[in-house]
C-alpha cells in the first residue's frame, strides 16, 4: 500500500457515519422535521408546527419549509393554504400566519394546513424564484414546475416533487394559492379561477375579491395541477411584492373564513354579515407592454375603468422628453399596473381586463 492510499483509507475510516434517521424525531429550535406529512395520522382538535425537509441543497444542508396544521376536532374539509411560491410575494404569508393563530381547532370540521412561505430559497434572496448553484447559477420558477419530481431534473424540479408527494398528496381536498403581481407591479385583489372545474367557483366567490377571471390556467402551477387532479383550486393574487398591505391582508384572512363557513369547517358567525361588494368578473386580459425603455408616468389607478383610446401612460426618456404614449387598445378595468418608473422593453404598463362574450371565451381566453 502506497502512503497516499494508506492515508486515503484512514481518512476513509474517520468518515462519521450519518444519523439514523429512524432513531430519534429531528428538532430544529424545538419544532419537529418531517420528512413526510400524513394529516390523518395526527390528533384531532390540535395545531402543529414543523419543519418540512424540502430539498437538500449543493452544501448538504436542506432548505426546510415552515408548516402549519389545525386538525378539527371533528372530520371536514381539508384545506390547503399556501404562500409565497415566489419568494418575493410576502402578502400571503402574513395572511396563513394570521389565519392559522385565530383557528379555534376545537369548533374547526376538518383540517387546514398552512404553508407561511414555501419557496424558502427565493425568499433568502428577496427573488420571485428559487436559485440553482449549478452550472454557475441559474433561477427556476417553482410555480411552473409542479408536479415535480423527487428524482429527475433540476433541483427546483425535485423540490417541487417533494412538495407535491410527500407535504400534499392525500392531505388536501380544496386550495388557495397566495401570491402577488411580480415585483414592480401591482394587483388589487384577485382571483385567477378555473370555473371549468366544479368547486372552483365558490371558493373565488367566498374570498370576494375585486376581481374574478375566469381562467383556464397555466400548466406546472399549483392552481392548474390540482385542477387537473380534480381538486379545486384558485389562485389568489394580494396586490404588490415585497410588502405587507395590511387592508388587503385583512380582506384575505376574512375571505378565508367565508371559504371555510362555505365548506362547512366553520359555523356561519353569530353576526350579521357586512354586505359586500360584487367582484368585477372579466374573461380576457389585454396587456398593454413597454415598447421603448424609460420613465413612465401612469394616468390611471388600479380597478378604473377606462374607454378606448384613453391615455394610459407617458414614457420619457433620461431628459424627460417623451419618447411614447399608450392609449387603451380597448373598453375595460384597469386589473394591474407597472409602478416601478423605470420599464424596460416588453415590461408591462398596464394590464386591462374585460368580459368576451363569444362562446369560446365564456369560462376564459
Ligand atoms: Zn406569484
Redesign the pocket.
Known amino acids: 500500500m502506497t502512503p497516499l492510499i494508506q492515508a486515503a483509507t484512514m481518512l476513509a475510516l474517520a468518515a462519521i457515519a450519518a444519523p439514523d434517521a429512524a432513531i430519534a424525531q429531528d428538532m430544529l429550535g424545538g419544532v419537529p422535521v418531517i420528512d413526510k406529512l400524513d394529516v390523518n395520522t395526527l390528533p384531532r382538535g390540535k395545531l402543529t408546527t414543523y419543519w418540512f425537509k424540502a430539498a437538500e441543497t449543493n452544501n448538504g444542508q436542506w432548505l426546510y419549509v415552515p408548516v402549519i396544521v389545525a386538525r378539527g376536532a371533528e372530520d371536514g374539509k381539508r384545506l390547503l393554504l399556501n404562500s409565497g411560491?415566489?419568494g418575493d410575494?410576502l402578502n400571503g404569508i402574513r395572511v396563513v400566519q394570521l389565519v392559522m393563530a385565530d383557528i379555534d381547532v376545537t369548533k374547526l370540521k376538518g383540517t387546514v394546513i398552512g404553508i407561511p412561505g414555501l419557496n424558502v430559497s427565493g425568499s433568502l434572496h428577496a427573488n420571485?424564484q428559487m436559485y440553482l448553484s449549478a452550472d454557475g447559477g441559474a433561477l427556476v420558477d417553482l410555480?411552473r414546475n409542479m408536479p415535480g419530481d423527487e428524482a429527475k431534473g433540476n433541483n427546483g424540479i425535485r423540490f417541487d416533487g417533494r412538495v407535491w408527494n410527500r407535504l400534499w398528496a392525500g392531505n388536501v381536498d380544496l386550495v388557495i394559492d397566495m401570491?402577488?403581481q411580480s415585483t414592480g407591479t401591482a394587483y388589487p385583489l384577485y382571483v385567477w379561477a378555473d370555473v371549468r372545474l366544479d368547486g372552483v367557483q365558490k371558493i373565488a366567490e367566498a374570498l370576494n375579491p375585486d376581481v374574478i377571471k375566469y381562467d383556464p390556467g397555466d400548466k406546472g402551477t399549483v392552481e392548474t395541477e390540482f385542477d387537473r387532479a380534480k381538486i379545486p383550486a384558485v389562485t389568489f393574487e394580494l396586490g404588490r411584492a415585497k410588502t405587507w398591505q395590511h387592508d388587503l391582508i385583512l380582506r384575505a384572512v376574512s375571505g378565508i373564513n367565508r371559504v371555510m363557513v362555505a365548506e362547512g369547517m366553520l359555523a356561519p358567525p353569530a353576526a350579521t354579515p357586512a354586505t359586500l361588494q360584487k367582484p368585477f368578473i372579466g374573461n380576457e386580459t389585454t396587456s398593454i407592454n413597454a415598447s421603448s425603455g424609460g420613465f413612465v408616468e401612469l394616468h390611471v389607478a388600479l380597478l378604473d375603468k377606462v374607454t378606448k383610446g384613453q391615455s394610459l401612460a407617458t414614457q420619457m426618456n433620461p431628459f424627460g422628453a417623451v419618447v411614447k404614449e399608450y392609449t387603451a387598445p380597448q373598453d375595460g378595468l384597469v386589473l394591474a399596473i407597472g409602478d416601478e418608473p423605470t420599464r424596460e422593453p416588453g415590461s408591462l404598463i398596464v394590464r386591462l381586463i374585460h368580459w368576451n362574450p363569444q362562446d369560446s371565451c365564456k369560462q376564459g381566453c
Request: neutral net charge.
Open positions: 411560491i415566489h410575494e420571485r410555480n401570491h402577488t
